[in-house]
């Protein structure tokens, strides 16, 4: 038994080595010493009488052994931390991932409503800037989250999608002189950037054949927010997602001079292991999600496929 025990200690160090690709950070996180990472590394490598790592400097890389392991060791521990989570206090209360943008212009709201209808479970989030929205839920102390993706997950994970992303042009009501604006006057007005790599923009102009305006000028920021708050300021033309910009849209604080909207093929997903113990709140939640997406429909509103 205590060979076990001391195995379970030495897959559990290997399992966050290689994660990390260091001792140095498995020994902060599991409260060891360096050198008793090491050792454990080591102890599994005689047990099994092959390499778990190649050792190139200071850096470490998971040989093929090694990686076969990890992978296995990763689901593994995630078992056994769910099952220990049924007997704590917050084994009722869901951990929600999402994008920042998401949360001010739909979920808060959204979340409000479902704790007003079903008290049988919380949900306690977590608004996290993300340039490429990710997770993992191994590494991460998330139950579930909301995910702006392709779609594309691991096999072990969970995926429903609430809405398609659209994108689309947005401005101040006053911000152009005309009410039927033509595509080449982009290239006298000042174009925001929701995102650093101005994808948005080239998209949504790829799409309508106008790549040649230049999408070079313009204000860049973090967030869809912060582009559509400087729209909303009247800084300039911003392209967003259609049913996040809709309550701006709608009260009238924004409107779109362009009436094509442009699928990008991505879409928010809410995403959970398929394994997790609290998947029938996860079940409630999704549902109650979903019958709050404000249409993307609009009929003054040409749509594109990307």
Same mark, same amino acid.
């Given at each position: 038994?205590?060979?076990?025990?001391?195995?379970?200690?030495?897959? %559990?160090?290997?399992?966050?080595?290689?994660?990390?690709?260091?001792?140095?950070?498995?020994?902060?996180?599991?409260?060891?010493?360096?050198?008793?990472?090491?050792?454990?590394?080591?102890?599994?490598?005689?047990?099994?009488?092959?390499?778990?790592?190649? +050792? +190139?400097?200071?850096?470490?890389?998971?040989?093929?052994?090694?990686?076969?392991?990890?992978?296995? &060791?990763?689901?593994?521990?995630?078992?056994?931390?769910?099952?220990?989570?049924?007997?704590?206090? #917050?084994?009722?209360?869901?951990? &929600?991932?999402?994008?920042?943008?998401?949360?001010? +212009?739909?979920?808060?709201?959204?979340?409000?409503?479902?704790?007003?209808? #079903?008290?049988?479970?919380?949900?306690?989030?977590?608004?996290?800037?993300?340039?490429?929205?990710?997770?993992?839920?191994?590494?991460?102390?998330?139950?579930?989250?909301?995910?702006?993706?392709?779609? %594309?997950?691991?096999?072990?994970?969970?995926?429903?999608?609430?809405?398609?992303?659209?994108?689309?042009?947005?401005?101040?009501?006053?911000?152009?002189?005309?009410?039927?604006?033509?595509?080449?006057?982009?290239?006298?007005?000042?174009? &925001?950037?929701?995102?650093? #790599?101005? +994808?948005?923009?080239?998209?949504? &102009?790829?799409?309508?054949?106008?790549?040649?305006?230049?999408? @070079?000028?313009?204000?860049?920021?973090?967030?869809?927010?912060?582009?559509?708050?400087?729209?909303?300021?009247?800084?300039?033309?911003?392209?967003?997602?259609?049913?996040?910009?809709?309550?701006?849209?709608?009260? @009238?604080?924004?409107?779109?001079?362009?009436?094509?909207?442009?699928?990008? @093929?991505? @879409?928010?997903?809410?995403?959970?292991?398929?394994?997790?113990?609290?998947?029938?709140?996860?079940?409630?939640?999704?549902?109650?999600?979903?019958?709050?997406?404000?249409?993307?429909?609009?009929? #003054?509103?040409?749509?594109?496929?990307?």
């Amino acid at each position: 038994m205590s060979e076990r025990i001391q195995a379970l200690h030495a897959l %559990r160090a290997f399992e966050v080595a290689s994660r990390y690709g260091s001792f140095t950070r498995a020994a902060k996180e599991l409260a060891l010493t360096q050198g008793a990472v090491s050792h454990h590394v080591k102890t599994l490598e005689d047990l099994f009488d092959c390499s778990l790592f190649e +050792r +190139r400097g200071p850096k470490l890389l998971l040989t093929e052994h090694g990686r076969l392991l990890a992978q296995e &060791l990763k689901v593994g521990f995630k078992i056994i931390e769910n099952a220990c989570a049924l007997l704590r206090n #917050d084994r009722y209360a869901l951990r &929600l991932k999402a994008p920042s943008t998401l949360t001010v +212009r739909w979920l808060l709201r959204a979340l409000d409503g479902f704790k007003k209808i #079903d008290d049988s479970a919380s949900v306690q989030l977590s608004s996290v800037w993300m340039d490429i929205d990710s997770v993992d839920f191994y590494s991460e102390p998330f139950d579930c989250a909301i995910l702006l993706s392709n779609g %594309r997950f691991p096999a072990e994970v969970e995926s429903l999608k609430l809405f398609d992303e659209w994108l689309i042009p947005v401005c101040h009501p006053d911000y152009l002189d005309t009410d039927s604006p033509e595509l080449a006057m982009l290239a006298r007005c000042e174009l &925001l950037h929701p995102s650093p #790599d101005r +994808r948005d923009w080239r998209r949504w &102009l790829a799409r309508l054949g106008a790549l040649h305006i230049g999408i @070079g000028q313009g204000q860049v920021f973090d967030t869809l927010d912060q582009g559509i708050s400087a729209a909303q300021q009247g800084l300039g033309i911003s392209v967003v997602d259609l049913v996040l910009a809709s309550a701006d849209l709608n009260a @009238g604080r924004l409107v779109t001079p362009f009436k094509q909207a442009v699928a990008t @093929g991505d @879409g928010y997903y809410m995403t959970w292991l398929k394994a997790s113990p609290k998947a029938r709140q996860m079940h409630r939640l999704r549902d109650f999600l979903l019958g709050q997406v404000p249409p993307a429909a609009r009929r #003054d509103i040409q749509y594109f496929y990307d």
